[in-house]
C-alpha cells in the first residue's frame, strides 16, 4: 500500500521567508507524487507533479519540489514566500504504473501561514 | 470552460437520511473520482467511475454508491447517514492522462 507523511502539520515563515514542506512517501513501486493546494473553502488545485521524468519539478506560483528516491521524499519549496501563499498543502501519490491504479492518496495536510 | 462543478455547495442533513451530491466534470472528461474530506485530513478516495461503471473504489462502506451518467456527470449517494460522514465531499475528473486530475470546490455535507 502506498502512503505518505507530512512532517508538521503548521509551518509558519515571515514573507520573504524561504518555504518549505515535507513529504515522505511509501511505495512499492516507482511512484507518482503531487503537491495540491487548498485555499478555504475551495478545492484542490494542482501545483506541480513528479512522473518520471525530471527529478526536480517546476510548479505555479513560484513552487518546486525535488524527488529524492534515496531519501523516499518529495520536498516542496519557495524562495520567498508572499502572503498569498497562505493556505493548506497536501502531497499524494498515486500508482499509475498499473494503468488503472488512478486513485491518489493524500497526506494530512500541512498549513502554511505567511506573516509580514 | 467551467471546469469541474458540484452541486449543492453546502448540505444539512440528519442521521438515518439519505443524501446525494453531484458532480459535473470538467469539458471532455470522461472519467470521475470522489473523495472525501473530514475536517483536518487530507482527502480519502471513496471511488471512480469510468464509460458509466465504477473502476475503482477505496475501503467504504456499501453505504457509499456512485453513478455515472451517459454524459460523463456523476452522483454519489450515501444512505443511513452517520455523524461521522460529516465531511467536504471532492469530485475530481480527467481524460486520457490521470496524472492530472481536476477537482471541484466540494460539497460541504454537515450531518447533524
Known amino acids: 500500500a502506498q502512503s505518505v507523511t507530512q512532517l508538521g502539520s503548521h509551518v509558519s515563515v515571515s514573507e520573504g521567508a524561504l518555504v518549505l514542506l515535507r513529504c515522505n512517501y511509501s511505495?512499492?513501486?516507482?511512484?507518482?507524487l503531487f503537491w495540491y493546494v487548498q485555499y478555504p473553502n475551495q478545492g484542490l488545485q494542482l501545483l506541480l507533479k513528479?512522473?518520471?521524468?525530471?527529478?526536480l519539478v517546476k510548479g505555479i506560483n513560484g513552487f518546486e519540489a525535488e524527488f529524492k528516491k534515496s531519501e523516499t521524499s518529495f520536498h516542496l519549496t519557495k524562495p520567498s514566500a508572499h502572503m498569498s501563499d497562505a493556505a493548506e498543502y497536501f502531497c499524494?501519490?498515486?500508482?499509475?504504473?498499473?494503468?488503472?491504479?488512478?486513485?491518489?492518496?493524500f497526506g494530512t495536510g500541512t498549513r502554511l501561514q505567511v506573516t509580514l | 470552460d467551467a471546469g469541474v462543478t458540484q452541486s449543492p455547495t453546502h448540505l444539512i442533513k440528519t442521521r438515518g437520511q439519505q443524501v446525494t451530491l453531484r458532480c459535473s466534470p470538467k469539458?471532455?472528461?470522461?472519467?470521475v473520482s470522489w473523495y472525501q474530506q473530514a475536517l483536518g485530513q487530507g482527502p480519502q478516495f471513496i471511488f471512480q467511475?469510468?464509460?458509466?461503471?465504477?473502476?475503482q473504489r477505496g475501503n467504504f462502506p456499501d453505504r457509499f454508491s456512485g453513478h455515472q451518467f451517459p454524459n460523463y456527470s456523476s452522483e454519489l449517494n450515501v444512505n443511513a447517514l452517520l455523524l461521522g460522514d460529516s465531511a467536504l465531499y471532492l469530485c475530481?475528473?480527467?481524460?486520457?492522462?490521470?496524472?492530472?486530475?481536476?477537482f471541484g470546490p466540494g460539497t460541504r455535507l454537515t450531518v447533524l
Open positions: 511505495s512499492s513501486v516507482p511512484p507518482y
Open positions: 513528479y512522473t518520471s521524468a525530471a527529478t
Open positions: 467511475y469510468y464509460e458509466e461503471e465504477e473502476r
Open positions: 469539458s471532455g472528461h470522461d472519467t
Open positions: 499524494a501519490v498515486s500508482d499509475l504504473s498499473t494503468g488503472t491504479a488512478s486513485k491518489l492518496t
Open positions: 475530481a475528473s480527467w481524460q486520457d492522462s490521470p496524472d492530472t486530475q481536476y
